[in-house]
T-cell receptor
């Protein structure tokens, strides 16, 4: 199926530092998403992004979170500052039609 | 509501038999129901989906059923193989929100034993 790429695959940082997670969505897709998965649990929606704007965010999308996709480059999730409870796997997804979503390989974030 | 309930959480079946996973949703406006398979350390991979204008869809050994009245949908894997062992997640598009988002069930850990 369509490939979504994510960089880095793993990130270890100290609490309070900033981290940026990068997503390279499928080239002709229009809708972009971030989901958070804690070990052994389901993916939980964080935010969706369309036409350069955040369309909806969940309660998990704290004030310390932000997303952007400057000039059609990477779709990024920035956390500043990070907290211990931000440790999780973050999945980016993209969609052409707003329904069928394809997930990237995830970034495993560990906040110490 | 936006909950998607998924059962069972753990399922162990004999190779060659069938496996069934059931999900229910709350939002009657939901119109798209994908199923994802996730192996350890991997991303969720879309394996089959169904839209609300259908009641049944089959791709090879995967069958999904949708009962809109009861707000339930299910995945059936016929002739299971060890390679089917993984986590399976159902999801529903929550259409009542301002923009589409997937709400996932809690997942089913399927083990297919020889």
């Amino acid at each position: 199926g369509p490939k979504v790429l994510q960089i880095p695959s793993h990130q270890i940082i100290d609490m309070g530092q900033m981290v940026t997670l990068n997503c390279d969505p499928v080239s002709n897709h229009l809708y972009f998403y971030w989901y958070k998965q804690i070990l052994g649990q389901q993916m939980e929606f964080l935010v969706n992004f369309y036409n350069g704007k955040v369309m909806e965010k969940s309660k998990l999308f704290k004030d310390q979170f932000s997303v952007e996709r400057p000039d059609g480059s990477y779709f990024t999730l920035k956390i500043q500052p990070t907290a211990l409870e931000d440790s999780a796997v973050y999945f980016c997804a993209s969609s052409l039609d707003g329904d069928t979503q394809y997930f990237g390989p995830g970034t495993r974030l560990l906040v110490l | 509501g936006e909950q998607v309930e998924q059962l069972p959480s753990i399922l162990r079946v004999q190779e060659g038999s069938s496996a069934s996973i059931n999900c229910s949703y709350e939002d009657s406006a939901s119109n798209y129901f994908p199923w994802y398979k996730q192996e350890p350390g991997e991303n969720p991979k879309l394996i089959i989906d169904i839209r609300s204008n259908m009641e049944r869809k089959q791709i090879q050994e995967l069958i999904v059923l949708l009962d809109k009245k009861a707000k339930r949908f299910s995945l059936h894997i016929t002739d299971t193989q060890p390679g089917d062992s993984a986590m399976y997640f159902c999801a529903a598009i929550i259409a009542s929100s301002s923009f589409s988002k997937l709400v996932f069930g809690q997942g089913t850990s399927l083990s297919v034993v020889p």
